[in-house]
């Protein structure tokens, strides 16, 4: 069982940061490859970023590279994703979810947090 809880989520302008963290309890955290989704109003979710469970590969959504980063501290059981620049169009649901393999497919993940609201104003 992994449970998984998401944080720092919040209201900023265009042009703005803000860091998402993503805080595992259970066991061996160090042995999922961890990612973001994210659901915009009225759309379907949609993954953004995935790192491994090393910490060495990543993968990130094409109209968030170079803004967005994912991290993780396997010593903290924390995955992050670092937003910069964001834009209106970010606005969404943040998830974190766990997986057994570095992948973008929704269904490919075991478990989820609750989310995290992320509102860009222009």
């Known amino acids: 069982q992994l449970q998984l809880v998401e944080s720092g989520g919040g209201l900023v302008q265009a042009g703005g940061s803000l860091r998402l963290s993503c805080a595992a309890s259970?066991?061996?955290?160090?042995?999922?490859?961890m990612g973001w989704f994210r659901r915009a109003p009225g759309k379907e979710r949609e993954f953004v970023a995935v790192?491994?469970?090393?910490?060495?590969?990543?993968s990130h959504l094409d109209s968030v590279k170079g803004r967005f980063t994912i991290s993780r501290d396997n010593a903290k059981n924390t995955v992050y994703l670092q937003m910069n620049s964001l834009k209106p169009e970010d606005t969404a649901v943040y998830y974190c979810?766990?997986?057994?393999?570095?992948?973008?497919?929704?269904?490919?993940?075991?478990?989820w947090g609750q989310g995290t609201q992320v509102t860009v104003s222009s």
């Open positions: 979810a766990a997986a057994r393999g570095q992948t973008d497919e929704a269904s490919e993940y075991e478990y």
């Open positions: 259970g066991r061996s955290f160090s042995t999922w490859a």
């Open positions: 790192m491994n469970w090393s910490g060495d590969s990543t």
